[in-house]
């Protein structure tokens, strides 16, 4: 049997929108005369520019409202944001700490921001951004390291074009980061992130992958500490998520969502997109006409390790662009840039 699926179009400032997470703060619901409401992130400019809800109305209209932020002396200096996730009443922006599709690694997208939701309901909210001057890339590529995991080798291109090239962009203009980027390591993709009821944030990589194609989740701790330069992030550990990729393809992290009873839902899928020029798919083709996958597992992993198994839930071919995911109110609700638009699809958990 099947589930009732439909479809609601719609329009953010011409920008494709990455990421789902439910509005919990009163507040900005009633400020949006929302039943319910859902934060997204939007993929073109500055993060403080790139925040926006998708709002359904008590009426049961669908709209979108553009939600700008001031990031003080930030303003204007990153790009990127692709991932959102809640812990003690602040929406915490990621990054994707990555490149353009031919690299090389921006500093701009290295970064991660945070704000307080109830504030949001008022005029101009407050975005604290940290940029952290690949102190994340290095903490993610030594977490790889040291859980022993066996990541697929990159390309040549991929470690000319995204580690050289990097590393030779920066010493050519005295960069203090350039001591963080090894020649050996791997260019990072942050695409996803969910806190865990211990406060650490898990990221779900889109890119690097293992050896065998399957999804990496990284485990930090002390992400707040960062917003008072008290500390910076480190890596507890890094995991494959087993059991979720099709023989022969390579599958990165599109989505994360803390789901209920230490479950977590995640949207799988390719490691980038296809004719786009892509120095990934140049050199790892198998990763790029890969159609997005509902998939859920549960934290902490047991036995402990470095993996993690994890469950189909849906398989959501054709579409291949699922950015967001997350269950409400007896739904499932996911966020798509399929054929450049936005599009939710509204997915009930009742059979038809």
């Not at 009443?89 to 290295?110: C, D, E, M, Q, T």
Request: proline share 6%.
């Amino acid at each position: 049997m099947t589930c009732p699926t439909r479809t609601v179009e719609l329009a953010v400032a011409g920008n494709e929108a990455s990421d789902l997470l439910p509005v919990h703060a009163r507040e900005v619901l009633a400020a949006h005369g929302a039943r319910r409401a859902f934060w997204t992130v939007l993929d073109e400019g500055p993060v403080e520019h790139c925040l926006a809800l998708l709002v359904e109305r008590h009426d049961g209209e669908w709209q979108t409202h553009h939600v700008w932020m001031d990031a003080g002396a930030e303003n204007g200096r990153t790009e990127d944001g692709e991932a959102l996730a809640r812990h003690d009443g602040w929406i915490y922006v990621f990054g994707s700490h990555f490149g353009s599709k031919r690299g090389p690694l921006r500093p701009r997208r290295a970064f991660v921001g945070r704000f307080r939701e109830a504030e949001a309901a008022g005029p101009l909210p407050r975005l604290h951004v940290v940029r952290n001057q690949f102190r994340l890339h290095r903490a993610v590529n030594d977490a790889l390291v040291a859980a022993g995991i066996a990541v697929l080798p990159p390309g040549e291109q991929v470690r000319h074009r995204f580690i050289a090239a990097t590393r030779d962009r920066g010493t050519a203009r005295a960069k203090s980061w350039v001591g963080r980027l090894a020649e050996e390591d791997l260019p990072v993709n942050v695409e996803a992130a969910a806190f865990t009821p211990a406060g650490t944030v898990l990221l779900g990589l889109r890119f690097p992958v293992t050896d065998r194609g399957e999804p990496i989740l990284v485990e930090l701790a002390d992400v707040a500490g960062m917003f008072d330069r008290r500390s910076w992030p480190h890596a507890v550990g890094a995991y494959a998520l087993t059991g979720v990729t099709r023989p022969g393809e390579l599958t990165g992290f599109r989505a994360l969502s803390a789901g209920r009873d230490g479950g977590y839902d995640a949207v799988v899928g390719s490691i980038d997109a296809l004719g786009k020029r892509s120095v990934l798919l140049d050199d790892h083709p198998a990763g790029g006409d890969v159609t997005s996958r509902h998939v859920r597992f549960r934290w902490p992993p047991a036995p402990a390790g470095a993996s993690v198994a994890g469950d189909l839930v849906a398989d959501l071919a054709p579409l291949h662009n699922v950015e967001g995911l997350t269950e409400l109110d007896g739904a499932r609700y996911y966020v798509t840039d399929e054929d450049h638009r936005v599009a939710l699809l509204i997915m009930s958990e009742r059979p038809g």
